[in-house]
């Protein structure tokens, strides 16, 4: 592979600290890397007892009757629970803080009540002594199902006569209830400009249509629940989940008890990338603990993670752009339509937003439809919406330099988004670092190195996700040695300790490794929303400086006490408290607290957020590939990422990002796919055949961390867990397309499909 | 004053009006204003003294974690956009 005779994994810094940027070894590393760390399905508890769930084998089905008598009779099962045992939810609205939704469809997928929705729909669960009893006492369950027509995709789902998944879901067209009983949840749009003037004033006009497959973030680890019903009431999970207190709310809304009553323990996690946020097993392994008065645990098979946990959405996206001659864009219209699976809530909402988030164009109209089909209810994935989405713009942007003779990176310079830009849905951008990442791009040595041979084509793109803010909460205790505890909430997926444990640091010009973090239960912690978003380094991060300077802030306190001089004559600066007071008094943060104890006691600091100024994040990437004629395989020579950190807390992690989000990126581009049968059976619900790419499919992925501070981060951070996601598609389509002359309109772009796009363009009959 | 943006789904409320000055200092101020003159904002984006779960509010471009509470300055640009969560489902039910 082409990886030599140049620099890989470049930061372009822009601000050093002592501690910020750089590279420790994390905190948890020595357990993961022994096999000491503790994951949901390690715990072992007294008296546990395991769960198995009945899953529908269909996709839309009436549950006529469940008769679980066999099963309650069997020797080793201790409870037995359908959606019987579960509280009619009526009209009830949920709100978990991040927006609110029917408690019905909370409850409904955890367990289906009057229809199966999607094969791996759970119907009934089981607890016995073992989890090979607990299997055996499945089968024993009698499930009457009327089997019903399925709708797999979004255009089947919004024709007129197609089968129904609700019958009482009616559409919101533009923000206005109707009484139209169907199967698109949500028509809205995003109104800029003058769209008819736009496209008049185009000199060139390209409209296409493309199609996207469901796919899944295949996580490694399965989810996983222990429940314990205690015999004070009280629930106790233990979980691995990308949101303890999320888990913990979505629970107890769904079993009507106060969420004091539910208290979840985080435990690792193996991945999520959006995936580990709803909530599946926990309700069910409550109630059976709760009938048995065994803790349950439930581990989910790979199978059912396919077929039963939450999928990133199919989408079909039909996007039209108008530009000048001059390479002005001055038109932009986009149809999108995603499937939310089982119920409502695709994300066809930010898809919408950042269609054309890249660019700064003055006329757009995008029109986004929410429709459920017959597919498991769909979760986040990595910058939810924005990959699909960007597949159609930088596609049809890519086709534009080509047919204007433009280089693809300086059309996108003369366009591209900037502070002051306004945005499809109305506000203007912040800071951002669009046009940095692009300069970036374009002046790597990767964009400007000879590509030869045939049937080899060099493809760019970018994209770009918004990030959150939200709640945050984290204490911090100082020791007698000077090493200080940091208390804090954020599930750590991707090196968070240790990145949070960094900030803390800087503040208190410690070492990080004098920082010990730990991800605490939901007793033990003030609210924390989820690890999603790309927020913890942001929020989290914001919640433990503002602790981290309590901390400091007593403890001058303490040092002025001890001096007899007042407060504002003591200074800090790098771990060092002095007077200012013409005396040459000085004591470190060490020795300091050796001495707190005697003079007035510990000294803990605390933070609760809930931050504004979240800084949006670009990404871009330059891919070469060569396409084999013959197959139709896609072979990526050579591929590079960039993207604004904003301040790279720690360069290793936001590389390992990057990298990640890449690879997820281009096996949502050239593999991966729900294969459904026409009755909606997923026909590749394994690893072996559900294709993700492994290390030996791909060169080495090159990062260039361009870092354009956040303002509303005291260090900068943006957040970086996502937008690397979202170009790998476009790129590698237009990779594609300079190889072998072909415009992909759909993913996968696995060999059939390039072997088609190949017959198409050639005239041969496929 | 400053100038609020009237999303496309709201604009039968404004009759057909894009952007409205309005006097106000705070969201809730700019809102119980608009509703003045414009009867039925409040009850399209307010719910339980707050700001319906699934929306948001952009002043100046920065989305704020106070909704109703934000402060507004006489110059700013207000906008009601969809609330883009961590990830959770509701969060992504809704465009404004």
Known sequence: MSTQNYEPNMVLSTTEFDVIGTRPVRHDGADKVTGRALYGADIELSGLIHGAILRSPHAHARIKSVDTSEAEAHPAVRAVVTSADLADAGDQMVDLGEGAMPLKFLRGNVLASGKALYRGHAIAAVAATSLHDAQEALKLIKVEYEVLPATLTAPDAMRDGAPILHEDLKTTELGKPTDKVSNVSNHFQHVKGDIEAGFAEADLVIEREFNTATVHQGYIEPHNTTVLWNNDGRVQIWCSSQGSFTIRDTTAAILEMPVSQVKVTPMEIGGGFGGKIPVYLEPVAAVLSKKSGHPVKIVMSRADEFEATGPTPGSRIKVKMGVRNDGKMVAAQAWMAYEAGAYPGAMVVPGSMCVFAAYDIENILIDGFDVVVNKPSTAAYRAPGATNAAFTTETIVDEMAEKLGIDPLELRLKNAATKGTRRADGPKYPRIGCVEVLEAMKNHPHYNAPLEGPNRGRGVAIGFWFNVGLPSSCSMSVNADGTVMLIEGSPDIGGTRTSLAMQAAEVLGIAVGDVRPTVADTDSVGFTAVTGGSRVTFATGIAVIKAARDVRDQMSQRVARIWGVKEEDVEFEKGVFTSNNGTKNSITFKELAKQLSSSGGPIVGRAAINPPGVGGSFSGNIADVEVDPETGKVTILRFTAFQDAGKAVHPSYVEGQMQGGSVQGIGWALNEEYFMNPEGKMMNSSLLDYRMPTSLDLPMIDTVIIEVPNPGHPYGVRGVGEANIIPPPAALANAVYHAVGVRMDRLPMNPVAVMEAIWEKEDVPA | ?96
């Open chain 2, 1 to 96: 004053m400053p100038t609020v943006f009237i999303p496309g789904s709201m604009r039968e409320l404004s009759a057909g009006q894009a952007e409205i000055q309005v006097q106000g200092s705070t969201v809730r101020e700019i809102i119980s204003e608009l509703d003045e003159s414009h009867p039925g904002i409040k009850d399209w984006l307010v719910e339980d003294n707050r700001l319906k779960p699934n929306i948001s509010v952009a002043v100046d471009g920065v989305v704020s974690p106070v909704g109703l509470l934000q402060d507004v300055e006489q110059d700013s640009e207000v906008h009601f956009v969809a609330a883009i969560s961590g990830g959770c489902l509701g969060g992504m039910l809704a465009a404004v």
